[in-house]
Structures are given as C-alpha cells and as structure tokens.
C-alpha cells in the first residue's frame, strides 16, 4: 500500500512551468520520491494519484525511453511506480494502473462504470435463437458451461448457477477499471470498460469493449494489430491477433486466434486455435482447432477436433428458423469439403468425409468413418482405432498443451481409451450384433441411423472394437495388478476390492472431463440444494473428479471385467487371470501391428509422388528421405510403436510372472 502525499508549491510550479494543468491541484497526490520534471503537456482533473519515475524503458531498436507522463489528459486515474504514458490522443479517465507499465500512442482508455467487464456477458451457444446461454465470468471452465449450456432440463440448476456467478459478477463490478503491473499497450484505439492484467501486450488493436483481459505473470496474454472485441474474457496465456473480431465469447487459457478469424457468440476452452474462418454459437471445447477461410463452425460442440478446409454445418432449414444445434464428441475430425446438416451427432474420434443430410446419430459408433458416397452416408464402424493418425494425436494433444498458469480452469483428460469411449463400444458390439440378427449375417449392407453399413465393415467393425475393449480392460487390470503389494491369491483379490464412491454405471464426458454420469448427477443434486453456492466451490469439485478418475476407472473397470468376461475378480483363479493378461498382451501387439502397417502407407511409392523433381527414382527416394526426415523403419513414430510393442510384451510376461508367484 503505497503512501501518497500533496504536492508542494514548487512540485506545482514546475507542473505549470511544463504546460501541465488541473482543475483542483489538491487533488493531487503523489507518492515520496516523485519528480516533476517527468511530467509535461498533461492535463489533469478529478482524483489523481502519482508514483515515482525512475526507470529507463529500453524499446526494440536500442530506443530509450524515461518513466514518466507526457501529453497525456487524466480523470480520476492513479498511476503506479515506473509508469510511461505519453501520446493519450483522447483522455485516460476512471483507472488504476500498476507499476512499470508502458501505454503510448493510444486514443482513449475509459472506464464508464459501474461495469464488470464482461463478467455476466450472456452468450448463446448452439441455439443461435437462445434458450443455452452460457453466462461468463472471468474463472469460467469448459465443464461449468457444458453444465449450463445442455442441462437445462433441469432449470433448478440452471437458476443456482445463474445465481452463484452473479455473485462473482456483483463482486468484480466497479467504476474504476483496473490495468496491471508490467503491461505493454500501443499504438492501440478505443479501450472502454476493460479490464488489464499484469504483463498484458496490447498491440495496435482497434478497439476493444467491455471485457476481461486476465494476464499474468506466468502466462501473459497478447492482443496484436487490427482486433476488434467487445463483450469478452480472455484468459490467460491466450494469443489473439492480426484483425480477429469477436463478439460476446469467452476465450480460455492458451488459446490462439489470428489471421482475421471472426467469432460470434462463442466459447473457446484450453488450447482452441482459429485462424481465417469464422465460428457462429459454438461450444469450442478444449483443442479445438481450424486453420483455413473456407471453414464455418456454427452452433455446434465440439473438443480436440480438427476441421479440414471447407468444413460446414447448417443450422437453418428455412422453417422456424436457425434452431437446430449438433454435436461432434471428442476426437471426431472433418475431412476438406465436409458438410453436415444439424441436427445431427458424431461419435468420439470419427472421422467425417463428404455430405451428410440425413441427421446421422453415430454416437454409440465411435472411432468410424462417416462416408457419403452417391449421396448415401457410409458408416465403417471402429476403422478410426487402426489409424495412425489417431494415435498420433493423442500423443500430440499432452504435448501440445500451451497453459503456463498453475491455475488451471479446464479439467481435461487425454485418454484416447476410457470408460466413456469403451461403453460406447460395447454398445457397438450389441448393436452391429443385433444388426447381424435382424438382417442377417449375409446381407450386403445393413442400414443404421439413416446410414449404410457394408457387411465387410460391421465385421471388421466388431474385430476392432473387440481388440480395444480387450486392451483397456486388460490395461487397468494390469495396473492393479503391478501396483498391489500383495503375496497371495487371497490378498490380490482383497487388492481388487474398489475403494472409490463412484465408477459404476454411465460414464460422460463434460468438454473434456471424463467422469462418472452418477458423480455429476450428485453434484448437480448439491448445486440446486445450495450445499455448493460459490463458483470456487464448484471449481474445486470439477478438480477432484479429475484427480479421482483412476480410482473411478477401476470401479468401473471392475464391474464389466465380469459382465463381459464372466470372471469374478472375488472369485477369479490365477489361471484365469492369466488368461486375461494373455488376451490382453494380443490385442495390443494386434493394434499397434494395425497402426504399424497405416504407417508405412505414407513411405509407399503412391505418396513418393511429386519428390525427386527432375531426376530419376533415386532422386526421387533420396528427395522424400530428406524431405521426410527418415526411411520407414528409422521414422521417430514408426520407432516408438515398435518400442511399444516390446514394451508392452515385457509388461504381459511380467504380469504373468507376478501372477505365477502367487500360487
């Protein structure tokens, strides 16, 4: 707490000598160590409160630049230690403004309060026509607006929680805007009712209204040239720049938007990216991502998905208007071109490829194709697992993870196999089987949600699938197993006793979140009978169902290890627990051969086409070897699936070996 004083006579006479003004000089404070000369061609009213300027900015270039207040106009503005503001070509009114920071060459910076700064901004998400507004405040996580956004059957939950963020809302509301410590803004327009953290860059934006910019220390936020915002929260770590003009969204922590994206009535969670398209009411879970101009996103949910060029969905069948939302769940991608009409749902890690208008449901169908062919949607049930592709990107998405601030607001969890994804496969197996006996085991193709099945897809479709439930089954089975420090039969099985509340049932996953539908249900339950009434209690629940998800698994893992092995695990004998790490041991070898073999299709002669420009073939194989970086057999993912192999094959013999010792 700083200690400010009047200024004395001659503090004022020399103001005065450098063309300063004020319409009440004792309204002035400063604080000890203050020098006048550091202030000139400045006019000044209402309250204002000075620090001291004694450091030297050092810009790009070599440029120097001494702290201080030059041509500048200020209401009611208290500005912290080692400030320099010079060039305000309008006027500075109602802010605070921490130490050493630099703002020059800005039009305006105005609080016109009382504001929030967009803290309570309704945005409508999915239903461009309302009825799933997500209402954002500055702590706002993927898995509290999922809540509000798709649980409004239950409208008790819906008023609590409109409740409990508006009072976050009333306690950030102010007059006073606030700009923090060590934020860089220039060369920037209009600035009004917005909100600034620390270490903040702002770089010749346009303008921006009625928002929360939450820099820090640990993860800075950047605004660059040419963008346009108003009604907003940024959060940390973000990046948005080169002509990006969004209104009424939320932006979360580590997201990138550039190259002239526009946006609308969105939310983006941890990790998003969106350059040159344009997004419409959408639910942008975490590492949501497209790149090109071509590409619309609009009122649909989506998480961890890429969209290919010319990707699109409408909304709008000219009837009652643009009232039809859809959901593309976790991992599912669109191919270039792609089209879907809403409503429609695409089941986790399913690739989209073509036209689709019959408002498909694939969502018990995940890791698929979905392909139009002759205007017919073509479904190859499980084809996704075998894909390099979708094993690459769950290995990249952890990687790639930008958050920087410790305060994590979105819970997210990279599993590519979880109870979320194997129960939506074991209702698979149940459905491609009724299929079977309805039409036949030799019908040509069967018909499913408005779409084809060919009769060579549903059984690869059902050998896929029965080789990654045998996998994560026999993974979370063999994690007990090597973690238990136990010496006998009896005390293994004591061992596999779950020790969690919650696994059993429905699993969900809440943009990015994977947990028990039943854990959620209860915590809903708690919200609505006001147990839980503060945004940082619900926060911290969000974090221990994430830090709790292994415990869950096991639960769950537990109760459908016998459902679909018919194996007791209270009852289980050691050769039949043997018998399941074998089984296990298989389908992974079995999968990552699959993957193995998806990969060498991009060392074939076929994608060797185009290299070796103006040779012969052995400039052309010596063309793609530099190009790509390796031959088939060195290639740093190739590598890593035969190393997993032996890996997990080690791992089997291991386990089996534990299990022996045992009798």
Known sequence: MKNYRKLTSDEID????????????????????????????????GSIRLGKFEKVFSLPGGMQKHSGIY?????????????CIENIKNYVANYHIGDNTFIENVDILLTDGPTSFGNGVEVTVLNETGGREVVIYDRLSAQTAYMMALYRHRPELISSLREMIAGHVAS????????????????TGYIKNVKVGDYCKIEGASRLKNGSINSNVYAPVHIGVGVIGDDFIISSGSNVEDGVTFSRCFIGQACKLGHNYSATDSLFFGNCQGENG????????????????????????????????????????????????GIMERGAKTASDSYILWPAKVGAFSLVMGRHVSHQDTSDLPFSYLIEQQNTSFIMPGANLKSVGTIRDAKKWPQRDARKDPDRLDQINYNLLSPYTIQKMLNAVNILKQLQKVSGVTSDAYTYQSGKI???????????????????????LITRLMSSDVSSLAELREAFIPQSAYGEGDWIDMAGLIVPKQAVSDLMDAIENKEIDSVDELHSRF?????????????????????????????????????????????????????????????????MTSFGADGNAYDRDQDFMQVRGSSFESDPFVQTVKEHIEVKSALGEAALARLASLK
């Open 14 to 45: 020399s103001l005065k000598s450098q063309l300063c003004t004020a319409t009440d000089w004792d309204a002035i404070e400063v604080v000890d160590g203050f020098q006048a000369k550091y202030v000139r061609h400045c006019r000044f009213s």
């Open 71 to 83: 041509y500048a106009t200020m209401h009611n503005v208290t500005v912290g230690n080692d400030c």
């Open 172 to 187: 950030v509301t102010s007059d006073i805007g606030y700009i923090g410590s060590n934020v860089i803004i220039t060369d």
């Open 278 to 325: 344009e997004a419409c009411s959408i639910f942008a879970g975490p590492y949501t991502v497209t790149h090109h101009k071509s590409t619309l996103l609009i009122a649909g949910m989506f998480s961890f998905m890429n969209a290919g060029s010319g990707s699109n969905q409408s909304n709008h069948m000219y009837k009652l208007g643009p009232i039809h939302q």
């Open 454 to 476: 060919k009769n060579s897809s549903l059984k690869k479709g059902l050998k896929y699938y029965g080789i990654a439930i045998d996998k994560f089954l026999g993974n979370s």
């Open 543 to 607: 974090c221990e169902f994430h830090k709790e998800y292994y415990r869950y698994e096991w639960h769950w893992v537990y109760k459908v290890l016998e459902n679909y092995y018919g194996i007791c695990l209270q009852e289980a004998t050691i050769d039949q627990l043997s018998d399941l790490v074998r089984r296990w041991k298989e389908s992974v070898v079995s999968l990552d051969r699959m993957i193995y073999d998806d990969a060498r299709k991009e060392f074939s002669l076929s994608s």
